[in-house]
Nanobody, 115 residues
Framework: QVHLVELGGGLAQPGGSLRLSCEVT???????MGWYRQAPGKQRELVASISSSGTTYYPGSSKGRFTISRDNVKNTVYLQMNSLKPEDTGVYYC??????????WGQGTQVTVSS
């Protein structure tokens, strides 16, 4: 019912930028969407979220550096990442919430920040 495909990612130098996109195919209404990161040996953590009305949330680690946005016409969610740090390295997953408690995940895209 809900299919997510992440694009972007790759290698960036510290202080650099990357842009991720998440293309959404859905037969039902999507509520909030978010980007999560899973670093090696760590739990998956939220880096940004956006509600259906456009309200955004950023935890402390990404606040001021990352920007999440959504294009409801293209059914795409973006994550602009600036001032990247080595600790931003990990697999980034797109998440979509729908219904009461259901959610769907993309396949993930690798982001590596290294000089």
């Amino acid at each position: 019912q809900v299919h997510l495909v992440e694009l972007g990612g790759g290698l960036a130098q510290p202080g650099g930028s990357l842009r991720l996109s998440c293309e959404v195919t859905s037969e039902i209404k999507i509520n909030a969407m978010g980007w999560y990161r899973q670093a090696p040996g760590k739990q998956r953590e939220l880096v940004a979220s956006i509600s259906s009305s456009g309200t955004t949330y950023y935890p402390g680690s990404s606040k001021g550096r990352f920007t999440i946005s959504r294009d409801n016409v293209k059914n795409t969610v973006y994550l602009q990442m600036n001032s990247l740090k080595p600790e931003d390295t990990g697999v980034y997953y797109c998440n979509a919430k729908f219904g009461l408690v259901a959610d769907a995940w993309g396949q993930g895209t690798q982001v590596t920040v290294s000089s």
